[in-house]
């Protein structure tokens, strides 16, 4: 399964597997922030752009750039932020940050993480989902170069609200608030992106010495650069683009990150052999797998948990969640797969056909409008239209088991659990409520009674009805 360019990642996996084998790695997540500004009862974190929460981004991408320890700081009275990044990283250490003093004072929430003395530290943003392990595995090279401060920087068309990079030569002086800027540096279009490094001898010693005496009263993280320059050290800046450092605090700026991101895995996807018919209509979720020689039509949603396997063809206005999509298999147009949905090789879902919970083998058919639910659909099996397996009772979910070789008369009913043998029939209308054994016919259905000439004199009737009144 390939959705992602080969090349590019062996080449950043020699350079992860190189920091791991000689530096070890703390990366703290800042996720204290409520982002009021989303108006949703829901922490901003715990959005999601494709598929994903956004701090499990950032932890992604922090655990693949080599950070073998976690540290992520929540705002009190986070138990969901808290159980979201156990949940994704159970090693991670949980801190409180119970007052709002600025980033450094984040920062150092995490002191006793800081104090297991890591030979790099990653400082991160759990508001920051579209940063790559690329770009902080160049942030720790910096650090193994002998920088005790790499802070991730970007030129935006406008500069305006950033803190400014002050640079001297090759080395980074100061980092500058824009409201503490002097006009000369509110010129500079080089810009603070937020992410930071700090050599974990010298993290402490920098930190503790950061103070409030700023505009905004708080311990600002950016003094690390001063700091460190006064204390001999080297600092500098490295450049990426601005999706790298792109923060997220309205739900306007959610959808442009989902867009931005959207955009990579579409040109992943097709690096790696997928057809796209109309790439800007097809959603994908950072976790779908696809194979070579997919082919996916317009209007195609992926949710999470989704692998296609070579040769399959996605048609249009399909939605597909936490299913396997086996090699040359056919969906839809008009198919809706849900979790649990198995399909093997050669397996045709039509339109308007919802799969949950199934396994459907090689070769089997279900061309058109039926509901397969907690079934098994035995290889070359045929579901005709209208077919619905009866899985729930109201309190209670149930299998039905269909055989090899099967055959389902449309517009039948199996109401499960049941069990259909291989190579058996049911006639089309039936409601199948017993075990039909293998290479039986089955059918239900009541006596065909024809009335000649009834609909002649019902229409009379009717007729003289409506004349007489």
């Given at each position: 399964?390939?959705?992602?360019?080969?090349?590019?990642?062996?080449?950043?996996?020699?350079?992860?597997?190189?920091?791991?084998?000689?530096?070890?790695?703390l990366?703290?997540?800042?996720?204290?922030?409520?982002?009021?500004?989303?108006?949703?009862?829901?922490?901003?974190?715990?959005?999601?752009?494709?598929?994903?929460?956004?701090?499990?981004?950032?932890?992604?991408?922090?655990?693949?750039?080599?950070?073998?320890?976690?540290?992520?700081?929540?705002?009190?009275?986070?138990?969901?932020?808290?159980?979201?990044?156990?949940?994704?990283?159970?090693?991670?250490?949980?801190?409180?940050?119970?007052?709002?003093?600025?980033?450094?004072?984040?920062?150092?929430?995490?002191?006793?993480?800081?104090?297991?003395?890591?030979d790099?530290i990653?400082?991160?943003?759990?508001?920051?989902?579209?940063?790559?392990?690329e770009?902080?595995?160049?942030?720790r090279?910096?650090?193994?170069?002998?920088?005790?401060?790499?802070?991730?920087?970007?030129?935006?068309?406008?500069?305006?609200?950033?803190?400014?990079?002050?640079?001297?030569?090759?080395?980074l002086?100061?980092?500058?608030?824009?409201?503490?800027?002097?006009p000369?540096?509110?010129?500079?279009?080089?810009?603070?992106?937020?992410?930071?490094?700090?050599?974990?001898?010298?993290?402490?010693?920098?930190?503790?010495?950061?103070?409030?005496?700023?505009?905004?009263?708080?311990?600002?993280?950016?003094?690390?650069?001063?700091?460190?320059?006064?204390?001999?050290?080297?600092?500098?800046?490295?450049?990426?683009?601005?999706?790298?450092?792109?923060?997220?605090?309205?739900?306007?700026?959610?959808?442009?990150?989902?867009?931005?991101?959207?955009?990579?895995?579409?040109?992943?996807?097709?690096?790696?052999?997928?057809t796209?018919?109309?790439p800007?209509?097809?959603?994908?979720?950072?976790?779908?797998?696809?194979?070579?020689?997919?082919?996916?039509?317009?209007?195609?949603?992926?949710?999470?948990?989704?692998?296609?396997?070579?040769?399959?063809?996605?048609?249009?206005?399909?939605?597909?969640?936490?299913?396997?999509?086996?090699?040359?298999?056919?969906?839809?147009?008009?198919?809706?797969?849900?979790?649990?949905?198995?399909?093997?090789?050669?397996?045709?879902?039509?339109?308007?056909?919802?799969?949950?919970?199934?396994?459907?083998?090689?070769?089997?058919?279900?061309?058109?409008?039926?509901?397969?639910?907690d079934?098994?659909?035995?290889?070359?099996?045929?579901?005709?239209?209208?077919?619905?397996?009866?899985?729930?009772?109201?309190?209670?979910?149930?299998?039905?088991?269909?055989?090899?070789?099967?055959?389902?008369?449309?517009?039948?009913?199996?109401?499960?659990?049941?069990?259909?043998?291989?190579?058996?029939?049911?006639?089309?209308?039936?409601?199948?409520?017993k075990?039909?054994?293998?290479?039986?016919?089955?059918?239900?259905?009541?006596?065909?009674?024809?009335?000649?000439?009834?609909?002649?004199?019902?229409r009379?009737?009717?007729?003289?009805?409506?004349?007489?009144?």
């Amino acid at each position: 399964m390939l959705a992602f360019n080969q090349s590019g990642k062996r080449l950043m996996t020699r350079m992860i597997s190189s920091h791991r084998a000689k530096r070890t790695c703390l990366a703290i997540v800042l996720a204290a922030g409520e982002g009021t500004r989303m108006c949703s009862s829901r922490p901003k974190v715990l959005h999601a752009i494709g598929g994903k929460t956004l701090i499990a981004h950032v932890l992604s991408a922090a655990i693949e750039a080599g950070g073998a320890e976690l540290a992520i700081v929540v705002g009190p009275d986070r138990a969901d932020v808290a159980a979201e990044a156990r949940r994704l990283a159970p090693q991670a250490q949980i801190f409180e940050q119970r007052e709002r003093l600025g980033t450094a004072h984040a920062v150092l929430a995490a002191r006793k993480a800081i104090e297991a003395a890591a030979d790099d530290i990653l400082v991160m943003f759990a508001d920051t989902p579209l940063v790559r392990r690329e770009t902080l595995a160049r942030l720790r090279t910096a650090l193994s170069e002998g920088a005790a401060v790499a802070v991730l920087g970007f030129t935006p068309k406008d500069p305006a609200g950033y803190g400014r990079l002050v640079m001297n030569g090759d080395d980074l002086a100061a980092i500058v608030e824009e409201k503490d800027a002097t006009p000369q540096q509110r010129a500079i279009g080089f810009v603070n992106g937020g992410l930071m490094a700090l050599s974990g001898n010298n993290a402490l010693a920098i930190l503790d010495q950061i103070g409030n005496a700023n505009a905004k009263g708080e311990y600002y993280l950016t003094d690390a650069v001063a700091i460190a320059r006064q204390m001999g050290l080297k600092a500098v800046a490295i450049e990426t683009g601005e999706d790298d450092v792109r923060g997220i605090n309205t739900k306007a700026q959610l959808a442009e990150t989902e867009a931005v991101l959207q955009g990579r895995l579409r040109a992943q996807a097709m690096e790696a052999g997928v057809t796209l018919i109309a790439p800007e209509t097809v959603f994908l979720s950072s976790d779908t797998k696809l194979g070579r020689d997919v082919v996916i039509e317009p209007n195609v949603v992926f949710g999470p948990g989704v692998t296609v396997e070579d040769g399959a063809t996605i048609r249009s206005f399909s939605h597909l969640e936490g299913a396997h999509v086996g090699k040359g298999a056919r969906v839809g147009p008009f198919a809706r797969l849900r979790p649990g949905a198995k399909l093997g090789t050669d397996v045709h879902i039509g339109n308007f056909v919802e799969v949950k919970a199934s396994t459907i083998e090689d070769g089997a058919k279900a061309n058109h409008l039926a509901y397969i639910g907690d079934a098994r659909i035995g290889e070359g099996a045929n579901i005709g239209a209208g077919t619905i397996t009866c899985n729930y009772d109201g309190v209670d979910k149930h299998r039905t088991d269909i055989g090899k070789g099967a055959f389902i008369g449309t517009n039948s009913s199996l109401v499960a659990p049941v069990k259909i043998g291989d190579g058996a029939y049911i006639g089309s209308g039936s409601v199948v409520t017993k075990d039909v054994p293998a290479d039986a016919l089955m059918f239900e259905r009541a006596e065909l009674v024809t009335k000649q000439g009834w609909a002649a004199r019902f229409r009379a009737a009717k007729a003289a009805r409506k004349k007489n009144t």
